[in-house]
């Protein structure tokens, strides 16, 4: 891709002939970071696509998520799609029904939808753990996979599906399939950016790949803030701060003459 940003069928047309890279930022640092490193793809909060954001990232096919539970009906559902993408959007990522799926597509909102483990459905299919390693299993990530094809969504998300289902499954779909721990022979891969920085300090699942150490450096950071504060505190004690660089002075005949006009202490 060129820094153009690219279209719904620009994307399509790539399925099958090149590994896509799909982030998830929460920052205008992390997707300024991720355009400078030519990531294709962003996964973003609603609440990042301020004016910046485009600033930062100008070319980066992005999808803000509408996250399943903060929303009820259609309607709803709809009324945030559309406003997400006047807001810099290219497609919204929607866990919600087949229903609320077509009701988008049918007006022209290119929809990303999920199958395979979906965390707020993870319940239905035994928790957080990998899906589809039986033949039932397997082939029920199928039915759904053209579910969502057929309710008109241009892409999905599968997530911890084994690597021979997923590729199965990509070759027989039409939508560009986006891999979250489900192998290569999707087309594209993506992992979280606090993931990729090292920067959570709680569970890492199996398909992230960590390539920094971001805690280590804001544990590093800390340290040096409470370094510093203390050193103001020690230097507001010792009567160190604030030195003749930090105020402002005054004339010393100004200064007898304001002090002329006090009454006495």
């Known amino acids: 891709m060129n820094s153009k940003r690219p279209t719904v069928a620009d994307i399509l047309a790539l399925k099958g002939r090149r590994q896509l890279t799909m982030l998830r930022v929460e920052t205008l640092e992390e997707a300024e970071a991720a355009e400078r490193a030519r990531v294709d793809l962003l996964s973003v909060p609603p609440a990042l696509l301020i004016p910046e954001f485009r600033d930062a990232a100008p070319s980066a096919f992005t999808f803000p998520g509408l996250d399943y539970g903060e929303y009820i009906t259609a309607e709803d559902y709809l009324r945030a799609a559309f406003k997400a993408l006047r807001a810099g959007g290219d497609a919204v990522y929607c866990a919600a029904s ?30 957080f ?78 398909h992230a790949k960590i390539y ?23 230097d507001v004690h010792a009567q160190n701060y604030p030195g003749p660089e930090h105020v402002v002075g005054i004339p010393r005949d100004e200064l007898d003459r304001f002090l002329k006009e006090l009454p006495g202490v």
Not at 100 to 123: F, K, Q
Not at 173 to 202: E, K
Request: with cysteine; aromatic share 8%; hydrophobic share 45%.
């Open 98 to 127: 087949l229903a609320t799926i077509r009701r988008m597509r049918d007006e022209g909102i290119p929809v990303c939808g999920h199958v395979g483990l979906i965390p707020s459905r993870a319940t239905w299919t035994g928790g």
């Open 129 to 206: 753990k990998a899906v589809g390693k039986t033949a039932q299993s397997a082939l029920e990530i199928w039915r759904q996979t053209k579910a969502l094809e057929e309710a008109g969504a241009f892409a999905a998300e599968i997530e911890v599906v084994p690597v021979n289902v997923a590729a199965a499954i990509s070759e027989r779909t039409s939508m560009f399939m986006i891999s979250m721990g489900a192998g290569a022979g999707c087309d594209a891969q993506y992992l979280f950016a606090t993931d990729v920085l090292g920067s959570n300090r709680g569970h890492y699942p199996r």
């Open 212 to 234: 920094r150490n971001f805690i280590a450096e804001y544990d590093r950071l800390q340290q040096e803030r409470v370094a510093a504060f203390s050193e103001f505190v020690a």
